[in-house]
């Protein structure tokens, strides 16, 4: 389905609806409601205390308050927030900051401390899943299956004394019930006021039969399905019309002609843009729109008229996605206290993303296409209109086109077209937007045992995972061959809509769910742990724990598919001699891989003591030694924590640890690279003041725009072969207490540190673009001077620091006639964020700040991860105030992001001040209605947008990773169990 924008709309019953919710619940929450709450029913039955294995730790314990910090959020906290997929989890912990607009087709990650989700270690049920395949560096939580989530337990800081690499930044480990009994079925629908995409549909499914306590055993499997459609800027065409933007001071410039379906021709392919026939009558809305130059606004005015394509009906705001999953479980209490556990995992989830349309590229036979003068579409042939100039007209020049008396004076004719051949960059309008559908698969299988042995207790696992990325180009993409003969032949018309003919040849050449780049990632290990209290001491019993694992990560590259890639004349396929295709078929992606298998070796040994000294001070100290076959290379990294309680309502608690990070296989042994397209100037030949803005600069003498400004470039994020580069090492330190003055009161601080040297970083193209001299080794060009490719891969970059402190107050109140009420909030101030950009380099800082300078993107530790440089606001938090009365349950919920100083504002803009964000979300839940539970809620109360910014990064005027564009969101969710 193709969307093309409309008219923001407001919807009054849903708009009455949701603002009555909103409302009810306040009241509801102010005075309560009439009857009286049951206290029998309030008094929650005393469960037994049991000790479970805390996510930081090899040892069972009580969970309670410890050395080390672990945040705990249940399934059913993440609902009453208004949560409706795990990525609002990602958004708002504090913990966690977001990468760029959450919207790449790896799907939303974790990056706990602003350090890449490539630091951040995600377990399900404690142990590892298979990584994404592309980058083989993380893992989405859209694998996670949420009918079947219990707990999500988010421990930040540095715990490679426990689990090896990735987990520099933390750990975000997510629990799975260990039992079900019952049907449990649940449905939900969240939809934007306003109209347009962004609408949510899930689905999910609950079964189990066996009672654990009774039976000795329990099985059940869960299946979630969530369907989520795309928006696109013309259905907030209040928030992104390039019209409207323009008068809100961001310093935007007036859009330069570009690529559309009512394509501006030349009559060389290096001059390919200078006369358009359709701009005399307006273009050809919603698909194009006239402009008479990006420098039309100068002094004096440069006028270049022409059509660009709107990028209102174009360019989406949020991709669709779609999300399934399928978690089973089998449980056995074993007589003699063995526990035995089957765990089964299959998830889907694939991101529809759209890529606005699509024109010719370096590796397409031509970047341009090409109109004889027998085509029925020639200008001054009939159908298409003749193109008037101004100057002297004979047929072998090119005389400027007219625009009107006052701007383009002097004599006016039809332009002499004199049978030459016409070249143009052209996309299709009746195709949409193209997209591609990039599906990520993630299967794993979990078999463990625990119980006890000669006095040893012994928690045992085998896993095995894999997971597999399978990119498809979607709608929109077309055949530059079979394009370039319907123009030859008369079929197509590149100066406007197509004809019944024409439209019907244009969907026959799209390379419809096409693969054309396809990896897998495995992950194997078997873990044994033995822990045993060995000797009293004053505060309980010095347990000492013993752990040992084996681990294969392996991945696997396929070549690029050959079914569009471009013959030699001898037959053979146009290859390079690695392998990479050079000339392809297809326009708008190319063809990726190398067919290679990849593995690594992991052996790891690990230690932890628990030493409870006295009642109120305990020692735990760890350490964990990993050799990496591939790298023959081993690793140690020890952890020393301790906590005393000099009064029953008071914790001090501290640690200390270090850490270390392998490049990833696909960042060593990967043997092709990523290829990404940017429109951009060519920093050498076509030079600005503002390089990283496309179609701000100047040809150099020699070169025409067409050929070196505003053009499509393509660049490399990996690059084959990387050996040389280095594994990450970092310290870390955290002190903090935990205090409760009163009863229900709980408060904790802590502040923490950590410091990685030799970060992983990736050269950007911002930092190309801003010093082509310093990196002109990276540019990789043609024999007439003009780029190739730009190679921007990984490299060892330097150093960072960070520093920070977290803050989290709960408190509930006493109970009441008018039901039980709770606050809570948890947030993170960052006190320093600072990095270099090259090794011995000066230090930068990035908190409180937006820029586009290039470092700041490619040196930090997101380096390559993001499209744009990381936010780190000073301040982050989420808080919420909760009510509870019979089968009634209200909560109000906050998340707010201090805002930044714009560093780099675009010419022009005064702007310099990105404001604070704060959303508000409301939730109702009724329990009334036997075993069926009813949530109304409503998610950014007051219809709070993105905050504005004139920064270039943010093309739409938006700082959409601070929050999405879909403005108030109504949800309801019905479940029903039997």
């Known amino acids: 389905m193709k969307y093309a924008p409309q008219p923001a709309m407001r919807q009054p019953a849903l708009r009455r609806a949701?603002?009555?919710?909103?409302?009810?619940?306040?009241?509801?929450?102010?005075?309560?409601?009439?009857?009286?709450?049951?206290?029998?029913?309030?008094?929650?039955?005393?469960?037994?205390?049991?000790?479970?294995?805390?996510?930081?730790?090899?040892?069972?314990?009580?969970?309670?308050?410890?050395?080390?910090?672990?945040?705990?959020?249940?399934?059913?906290?993440?609902?009453?927030?208004?949560?409706?997929?795990?990525?609002?989890?990602?958004?708002?912990?504090?913990?966690?900051?977001?990468?760029?607009?959450?919207?790449?087709?790896?799907?939303p990650m974790t990056n706990l401390r602003g350090l890449g989700p490539m630091r951040t270690l995600t377990l399900l049920n404690g142990r590892r899943l298979a990584n994404e395949p592309l980058q083989d560096q993380y893992v989405s939580v859209n694998v996670i299956p949420r009918m079947a989530l219990d707990r999500v337990e988010t421990l930040s800081g540095g715990a490679s004394s426990t689990y090896g690499a990735d987990a520099i930044g933390g750990v975000q480990n997510f629990w799975t019930k260990r039992g079900y009994q019952g049907v449990n079925l649940k449905a939900e629908y969240a939809r934007p006021e306003e109209s347009g995409g962004g609408k949510t549909t899930s689905f999910g499914a609950i079964a189990g039969v066996g009672n654990l306590a009774r039976d000795g055993w329990n099985a059940y499997i869960a299946v979630d399905h969530q369907k989520k459609t795309p928006l696109f800027q013309g259905e907030r065409a209040e928030q992104h019309d390039p019209d409207v933007l323009r008068t809100l001071g961001l310093g935007l410039l007036p859009e330069g002609r570009n690529p559309s379906p009512t394509a501006n021709f030349g009559f060389t392919r290096a001059a390919n843009s200078n006369y358009n026939p359709t701009y005399a009558s307006g273009c050809v809305e919603p698909y194009s729109r006239p402009t008479l130059g990006n420098q039309s606004a100068n002094t004096p005015p440069v006028y270049a008229p022409g059509c660009y394509r709107n990028p209102l009906y174009y360019n989406s705001v949020t991709d669709g996605s779609e999300i399934q999953t399928i978690a089973a479980r089998s449980s056995f209490n074993i007589p003699g206290g063995h526990k035995i556990d089957i765990d089964v995992l299959h998830s889907k989830f694939t991101v529809q993303k759209f890529r606005g349309m699509q024109v010719p590229g370096t590796t397409n036979p031509f970047t341009t296409y090409s109109l004889p003068s027998s085509s029925?579409?020639?200008?001054?042939?009939?159908?298409?209109?003749?193109?008037?100039?101004?100057?002297?007209?004979?047929?072998?020049?090119?005389?400027?086109?007219?625009?009107?008396?006052?701007?383009?004076?002097?004599?006016?004719?039809?332009?002499?077209?004199?049978?030459?051949?016409?070249?143009?960059?052209?996309?299709?309008?009746?195709?949409?937007?193209?997209?591609?559908?990039?599906?990520?698969?993630?299967?794993?299988?979990?078999?463990?045992?625990?119980?006890?042995?000669?006095?040893?207790?012994?928690?045992?696992?085998?896993?095995?995972?894999?997971?597999?990325?399978?990119?498809?180009?979607?709608?929109?993409?077309?055949?530059?061959?079979?394009?370039?003969?319907?123009?030859?032949?008369?079929?197509?018309?590149?100066?406007?809509?197509?004809?019944e003919a024409g439209l019907a040849y244009l969907r026959s050449i799209?390379?419809?769910?096409?693969?054309?780049?396809l990896n897998k990632a495995y992950n194997k290990s078997l873990d044994v742990t033995l822990s045993k209290g060995l000797m009293a001491l004053g505060g309980g019993d010095l347990t000492l724990a013993l752990a040992a694992e084996l681990r294969r990560d392996a991945a696997r590259t396929y070549d690029a598919p050959r079914d569009f890639v471009n013959q030699k004349a001898d037959g053979s396929y146009n290859l390079d001699a690695a392998g990479n295709v050079l000339q392809h078929d297809l326009v708008g992606e190319t063809p990726q891989g190398v067919g290679r298998r990849l593995s690594?070796?992991?052996?790891?040994?690990?230690?932890?003591?628990?030493?409870?000294?006295?009642?109120?001070?305990?020692?735990?100290?760890?350490?964990?030694?990993?050799?990496?076959?591939?790298?023959?290379?081993?690793?140690?990294?020890?952890?020393?924590?301790?906590?005393?309680?000099?009064?029953?309502?008071?914790?001090l608690r501290s640690s200390l640890s270090t850490g270390f990070r392998a490049p990833s296989?696909?960042?060593?042994?990967?043997?092709?690279?990523?290829?990404?397209?940017?429109?951009?100037?060519?920093?050498?030949?076509?030079?600005?003041?503002?390089?990283?803005?496309?179609?701000?600069?100047?040809?150099?003498?020699?070169?025409?725009?067409?050929?070196?400004?505003?053009?499509?470039?393509?660049y490399w994020t990996k690059s084959p072969d990387n050996s040389f580069l280095k594994p990450e090492k970092s310290r870390g330190f955290s002190f903090g207490f935990g205090y409760e003055p009163i009863r229900n009161l709980s408060i904790t601080v802590d502040y923490w540190g950590l410091k990685i040297k030799d970060v992983l970083g990736a050269l950007t193209i911002a930092e190309v673009q801003q010093d082509p001299a310093k990196y002109a080794s990276s540019i990789l060009r043609r024999a007439d001077g003009t780029i190739d490719h730009i190679v921007a891969s990984q490299a060892n970059r330097g150093m960072s620091r960070i520093r920070g402190a977290d803050v989290s107050v709960s408190y509930r109140f006493p109970a009441t006639t008018y039901g039980t009420f709770d606050t809570k909030l948890d947030g993170t101030w960052y006190h320093k964020y600072e990095f270099q950009s090259e090794k011995d380099g000066p230090w930068f800082s990035n908190i409180g700040i937006i820029t586009n300078d290039g470092r700041y993107g490619g040196a930090g530790p997101n380096a390559g991860l993001a499209g744009m440089p990381q936010i780190n606001p000073r301040w982050k938090h989420t808080a919420s105030f909760s009510w509870g009365q019979g089968p009634w349950r209200a909560t109000l919920s906050q998340r707010y992001q201090r805002g930044v100083?714009?560093?780099?504002?675009?010419?022009?803009?005064?702007?310099?001040?990105?404001?604070?964000?704060?959303q508000f979300n409301v939730n109702l839940r009724y329990t009334g209605i036997k075993n069926t539970t009813v949530s109304l809620g409503v998610n950014n109360i007051t219809e709070e947008w993105p905050p504005l910014t004139a920064n270039s990064v943010y093309g739409g005027g938006y700082v959409t990773s601070m929050a999405d564009m879909l403005g108030r969101v109504a949800r309801l969710s019905v479940e029903y169990k039997f």
Request: hydrophobic share 35%; with cysteine; proline share 6%.
């Open 665 to 714: 296989i696909m960042d060593v042994q990967n043997p092709t690279a990523e290829v990404r397209t940017i429109e951009m100037d060519d920093p050498v030949l076509c030079p600005s003041a503002q390089p990283t803005v496309a179609g701000t600069g100047s040809p150099v003498t020699g070169y025409t725009a067409d050929q070196v400004c505003n053009v499509n470039t393509e």
């Open 901 to 918: 100083t714009d560093l780099t504002p675009r010419a022009g803009s005064t702007l310099t001040k990105v404001d604070d964000y704060s």
């Open 600 to 651: 690594r070796d992991i052996a790891s040994l690990l230690a932890e003591v628990e030493a409870p000294i006295t009642e109120t001070i305990t020692v735990n100290g760890a350490v964990r030694a990993d050799y990496y076959e591939d790298l023959k290379q081993t690793t140690v990294n020890p952890r020393l924590a301790a906590s005393w309680r000099p009064i029953d309502s008071l914790l």
């Open 510 to 517: 799209e390379a419809d769910n096409y693969t054309y780049r």
């Open 376 to 499: 029925r579409f020639y200008p001054g042939n009939g159908i298409t209109p003749a193109v008037q100039v101004v100057g002297d007209n004979t047929g072998a020049n090119a005389p400027a086109m007219y625009i009107d008396p006052a701007r383009t004076p002097g004599t006016v004719s039809d332009l002499n077209m004199n049978g030459r051949t016409l070249y143009f960059q052209w996309g299709p309008a009746e195709l949409g937007s193209a997209y591609r559908n990039d599906e990520q698969t993630n299967d794993r299988v979990v078999l463990t045992a625990e119980g006890e042995v000669l006095g040893w207790d012994y928690r045992a696992g085998l896993n095995w995972g894999m997971s597999k990325r399978d990119t498809k180009v979607g709608g929109g993409y077309i055949l530059y061959s079979k394009a370039q003969e319907g123009f030859s032949n008369g079929t197509l018309n590149p100066f406007g809509l197509q004809d």
């Open 18 to 107: 949701t603002m009555a919710l909103a409302v009810a619940v306040a009241v509801c929450e102010m005075s309560g409601l009439a009857h009286a709450q049951d206290l029998a029913q309030a008094s929650a039955q005393a469960e037994p205390v049991q000790s479970v294995v805390v996510t930081g730790s090899l040892i069972r314990r009580v969970a309670t308050e410890g050395a080390t910090p672990v945040t705990t959020i249940k399934a059913t906290e993440l609902e009453s927030r208004g949560h409706t997929e795990l990525k609002d989890l990602v958004l708002e912990q504090p913990q966690s900051l977001s990468l760029g607009t959450n919207s790449g087709a790896a799907g």
